[in-house]
């Protein structure tokens, strides 16, 4: 079956240490996109890509980083710099940037702080 | 600037009492409205895509409807199942992101 596949489903972070999310899809997207939630707010965008070695900051950038080595793939790191990095992490993929398609997406990792 | 405004934000029904969640927004010329279905611990699921005024879609108990400035999801006769937070999302013309509203967290009770 089609879809994003996001690990691991619970990762903690300790303080000063940097960490990776893991984000899969074999839909064949161009475009991948990673979203933080938190209770009571929507979806906020923290980085895209709409092809393999180019990706954009979102509205809250700071504290993370990302690659697109692959079409397939498009981790999260979050770093120290992070200071409130605990948040339910979505991660979703379109066939294209700026599309009328939808998104859709994996089913997320939650992180906490050790 | 770009808005979406979800309410009611939470919403109680009997099982079997129908109801409508709405979304509101201003875009400079839309692109597209989404509705997604979140239960607990997971991601948002895609149920529909809305382009422009007068177009509905349905879906099972769902159907959603849209104006130039609002759209409403309506259920009819709910089942405890339908239970999850209701998320609607507006992609605007030009170079913008996707903006998504807060959610309508929906209760189905037996």
């Known amino acids: 079956d089609g879809g994003i596949t996001q690990s691991p489903k619970y990762l903690f972070r300790k303080e000063g240490q940097n960490v990776t999310l893991s984000c899969e899809q074999n839909?064949?997207?161009?475009?991948m996109y990673w979203y933080r939630q938190d209770p009571g707010q929507g979806l906020r965008l923290i980085y895209y890509?709409?092809?393999?070695?180019?990706?954009q900051k979102g509205d809250i950038a700071e504290g993370y980083s990302v690659s697109r080595e692959k079409k397939e793939s498009f981790p999260l790191t979050v770093t120290s710099a992070q200071k409130n990095p605990t948040a339910f992490y979505l991660c979703?993929?379109?066939?294209?940037?700026?599309?009328?398609?939808?998104?859709?997406f994996g089913d997320g990792t939650r992180l906490s702080i050790l | 600037e770009d808005q979406v405004t979800q309410s009611p934000e939470a919403l109680r029904l009997q099982e079997g009492e129908s109801s409508s969640l709405n979304c509101s927004y201003t875009?400079?010329?839309?692109?597209?409205l989404f509705w997604y279905r979140q239960d607990p611990g997971k991601g948002p699921e895609f149920l529909f895509t809305?382009?422009?005024a007068g177009e509905e879609k349905e879906k099972e108990r769902l159907k959603a409807t849209l104006t130039k400035k609002e759209s409403f999801l309506h259920i009819t006769a709910p089942k405890p199942e339908d239970s999850a937070t209701y998320l609607c999302?507006?992609?605007?013309?030009?170079?913008?992101?996707?903006?998504f509203g807060k959610g309508t967290r929906l209760s189905v009770i037996a």
């Open positions: 875009v400079s010329g839309l692109r597209g």
């Open positions: 809305l382009y422009s």
């Open positions: 839909l064949n997207h161009d475009a």
């Open positions: 979703a993929s379109s066939s294209r940037h700026y599309s009328n398609q939808p998104q859709h």
């Open positions: 999302a507006v992609q605007a013309q030009g170079n913008t992101p996707l903006v």
């Open positions: 890509s709409q092809i393999v070695n180019d990706f």
